[in-house]
Structures are given as C-alpha cells and as structure tokens.
C-alpha cells in the first residue's frame, strides 16, 4: 500500500454488463430494480399493511436505538471538528496539484441545495411553531406558549438542522471524495471501506453496503417527492384556489420529474449547477425580503438570540441518558437523525462528486461551519416570523400548526406582496425537490454502474423516471399512507447505516493517515 494509492487490481466497471445502452453493475443494479420494484407492488397491493409493519419497524427503531442514534451524530461533529485541527486538514482532495471544477458560490449552492433545502421550506415555519405550541410535545419538557418554550423552540429548531446532520453528511461526502480523487478508487459508498476490508469490498460485502445505498436514496428522493408536491399543492390551492388534491400532485410529480430527466441529461454542469444557482437567487432574495418585511432589526436580534439558544441547548439536547422527554426526542430528534443517516449516501455521494480541488479543512468548514451560519439566519427570518405571529395571535399560526405545507404561506400571508412571496416560494419548493431528484439520479447512477461518473444517458433517465414513478404510483394509489410508508422504510434503513458510518469513520481516518501532507 502506497501512500498515494490503493495496490488494488480491481478496475471500474470490471463487474458491469451492458443492456439496452445502460452499464450496469451486477448484482447491485438487479438486485435493488428488484427490491424496488417488490416494495412499490406490495405497498400498492396493501398500503395500510405495508405502512403499518414499516412503521413498526421504524419506531421499534428509533425505541431500542435512541441511544445509539444520539450517540452516533455526537461522534460524527466531534470528528469532524477533529479533523479541522489535525495535520490532516491540509490534505488536498485530488492531490496536490488538484483544482477545483466550480466556483465556491457555485459549488456551495449545489451542497446547499441538494443537502436540504426541499426541508427547510418545508419545515422552517412550522417546527419552531410546532415545539412553542406542542403540537406534539415540547423539547426538555418546557411549558408550552411561555417565553422559555418560544427560546428552546428556536434552539431545538436549530439543533436539528445544523451542525449535526451536517456532519453526517460531511463524513460520507468527504469519505467518498478521498477514496475516489485521493486513491483512485470507484466513487461508489463500499470504496470509503478499502482501509478496513481490502479487496474483500469488491465482493459481497461491497455489495451490501451499495445496495443499502441504492435502497436508502431511491426511498429517501421519493418520499421528498410526494412532501413536496404536497406543499406545492397547498401552495397553489392557496393562491390559486387549485384543488390540492392526489391528482393535483401527482401532476406536480409529473412536472418535476420532466424538468429533474431534463438536467440530469445535461449532467452536472449544464443540469444541476445551473437549477442550484437559479435556486440559490430566488432564496436569497426570499430570504433577504422576509427579513426586511419583517423589520431587519428585530431579524438580526434574532439571529443572535437563536444563536445563543443554539449554543445554549446543544449539549442538553445531545444527552439521551434520564430525559423527561422521551416522546418528543424519540419523535423528532432520534427520527430526525435516522433519516439524516439515510440520506446521507445520496448527499454525500453528490458531494464527494463536486468537492474535488478542496483541502479537508476547506471541505469541512464549508460543508459543516457555512451552512449552520446560513441556517441560523434562515431559521431566523422564516421561523422567527412564525413564531412572532404566534405569539402575537397574527393570522392561522396564533392557533399553532393545522397543516405543515400549509405554514410557510401563512406566515408569508401576514407580510407585505404575500402573492409575490409565496410565488417565489412554490418555485422555490419546485426547483429545490428538482436539484435533490436530478441530483439524486446522477448518484444512483454512479453507483448501480460500479462507481463510474459517466453512465450512459439512458441510464440517468431510467432513475430519474424511476424515483417519478415510485412516488407518482404510490400516492395515486396508496394516498398519504403509502407515503407514509415509503418514509418509514427510509427511516428504517437509517439504523443500519449508522453502523455503516461509524465504521466509515475509522476507514477514513486510516486512510487520511497514508497520505502525505
């Protein structure tokens, strides 16, 4: 083993056979098209059957594992900040002389867009309303409706979308990107275990791990589909008046994928950055009319009172041992966290695909440091302009939460322009769920084709059409519960992962330790 690369004989695309002008890895393609393809029939077959034995799985999940969930995502920030200050951090991903292929603004949008922004939209408005009112709980116990549970409501908000599951995604990512630029090896999830298992990766064990992938994305990009095409839906009902019903979305469904097949064609440079950058102005200048509406002052405050509630309540939240809380960060936290870890190959993967050129440090502070800054000023403007007409008994929101895709626009109803606002933010929904499909699709394709960057075109139109398909079938015909049931089964993929990803830690670190700085 050399200290620039692996002495391995295996070669991309070695395993791959070539059908219909696709490349494709066998068994790892066959066998997720046909798990796939065997869940979507039994779900359309017995939603409410299906929804209830992946539910049972998920919560017997989340019930038994709480600790190693919680466990698991203090590891991977504290790692990750590790490696910030080791000798390590100096390692350029790529070499040397490497450089990168995207502008930083550019390369940030496509992170930030692909890592959660279809969640942000979703979710900023109504969470911190959500834990001020307990609509289903309240973190560390606090009295609902009081001045505390308005403070941890911002703190715990925060908690769930910054530095944590960011550093989930921040270990696969730069796992991938170091195996694959520094290495040389196929950027595929079972290459980050080469350090631990050898050639052994390229047999059954490497097969299990990309077909965990495979499952955990595919589930995952559906179920964001059927979420977002909810919220558009709401959107468009509320402005419009459009019915927001299955059909209505199922169309929206439709529309998206189109547009998602479109740019993955293009790749990632005439697709993905593109849309990522579109998506980043319509956000900032959503972003930046919320808090000028919404009198920039008092925003500003905010930001450093979330901060503060933030820094404040992240070691108390991160504790699982004797809570009084038990619902609630069952609920919310240990869920949240399971299905960060199912995402977490897709994010990563993608990435790792776009990250080459960077030193570990850069990577780090910009995939963990740089979105927790930008999603405490988001949460900011959206959750602290929800949470003040709450309190203030302005519009739906002072009765607390009625409809999650709902919140955003009637938080937006009670600012100045509130057609033009909640427009934007239709778009917004519609081209952030695109950038995560096509994004998506590009993943799965590097990864069912045994690693290789280059899959044939009519192999990125089959994914995208297929994650289309999945979450078009299944809420035309199971509704909301075979939705339901497709998160589960995304959720429940979460608890094996996490094993997967605190052995990715070690691999990652013992390969980093071979390099030369």
């Known amino acids: 083993m050399s200290a620039r690369v692996y002495d391995t004989d295996y070669e991309v ?3 791959n056979v070539e059908i219909m002008g696709m490349d494709l ?3 790892v393609f066959f066998m997720s098209a046909v798990l796939i393809l065997l869940f979507v029939i039994l779900t359309l077959l017995f ?4 929804k209830e034995a992946l539910e049972s799985a998920k919560w017997w999940s989340i ?3 709480d600790w190693l969930f919680m466990l698991a995502g203090n590891i991977f920030v504290l790692f990750c900040f590790v490696l910030i200050f080791l000798p390590v951090g100096k390692i350029r991903l790529g070499g040397k002389d490497a450089k990168p292929e995207f502008s930083r603004i550019s390369w940030f949008a496509m992170l930030f867009a692909a890592g959660m922004g279809i969640g942000l939209m979703f979710w900023s408005v109504a969470e911190p309303v959500a ?5 289903y709980k309240t973190p560390l116990g606090v009295a609902a409706n009081t001045p505390e549970a308005a403070s941890m409501a911002m703190g715990a908000t925060m908690y769930h979308w910054g530095l944590h599951p960011w550093a989930i995604y921040c270990v696969v990512a730069l796992s991938l990107a170091f195996f694959t630029y520094n290495k040389k090896l196929p950027l595929t999830v079972r290459s980050a275990f080469y350090p631990i298992f050898g050639d052994k990766i390229w047999g059954w064990p490497g097969h299990i791990i990309d077909l965990l992938a495979v499952l955990a994305t595919i589930f995952g990009l559906a179920t964001s589909l059927g979420l977002g095409a909810q919220q558009a839906s709401s959107g468009l009902h509320f402005l419009f008046g459009v019915d927001a019903s299955i059909s209505t979305q199922v169309a929206i469904i439709i529309f998206v994928t189109a547009i998602a097949t479109f740019s993955v064609i293009r790749g990632v440079d005439g697709g ?3 849309l990522s950058n579109i998506n980043m102005l319509i956000a900032v200048f959503l972003l930046f009319f919320v808090i000028l509406a919404g009198s920039s002052f008092g925003i500003f405050s905010t930001f450093f009172s979330t901060a503060k509630d933030y820094i404040v309540n992240i070691i108390p939240l991160s504790n699982w041992v004797g809570r009084d809380d038990t619902d609630w960060f069952h609920g919310w936290t240990v869920f949240y ?3 960060w870890i199912s995402w977490s190959p897709f994010v990563g993967m993608f990435i790792a695909r776009i990250s080459k050129g960077r030193t570990v440090r850069e990577f780090i502070s910009a995939v963990l440091l740089i979105p927790t800054v930008i999603t405490i000023l988001w949460m900011s403007a959206f959750g602290g302009s929800a949470l003040k007409q709450s309190i203030s008994g302005i519009g739906e929101l002072a009765n607390g939460i009625s409809d ?7 938080m937006l109803e009670h600012l100045p322009f509130a057609s033009i606002t909640s427009f934007l933010a239709i778009v917004l929904v519609l081209v952030f769920f695109i950038t995560s499909s096509d994004s998506g699709s590009l993943v799965i394709d590097s990864i069912t084709a045994g690693g290789k960057v280059d899959a044939p075109v009519p192999q990125r139109i089959f994914w995208a059409v297929v994650e289309g398909l999945i979450a078009g079938s299944l809420l035309f015909v199971g509704g909301k519960e075979a939705l339901k049931a497709l998160q589960a089964g995304a959720v429940t993929t979460g608890l094996p992962f996490t094993i997967v990803l605190l052995v990715m830690c070690v691999s990652l670190y013992k390969g980093l330790k071979t390099e030369k700085i």
């Open 13 to 15: 695309g070695q395993d």
């Open 25 to 27: 890895h066998n068994p």
């Open 47 to 50: 939603p409410a059957g299906a």
């Open 63 to 65: 019930n038994n594992f």
């Open 131 to 135: 834990y001020y009112t307990a609509w």
């Open 272 to 274: 993905v950055k593109l």
């Open 337 to 339: 966290w399971a299905w």
């Open 404 to 410: 999650v895709s709902l919140s955003m626009f009637q």
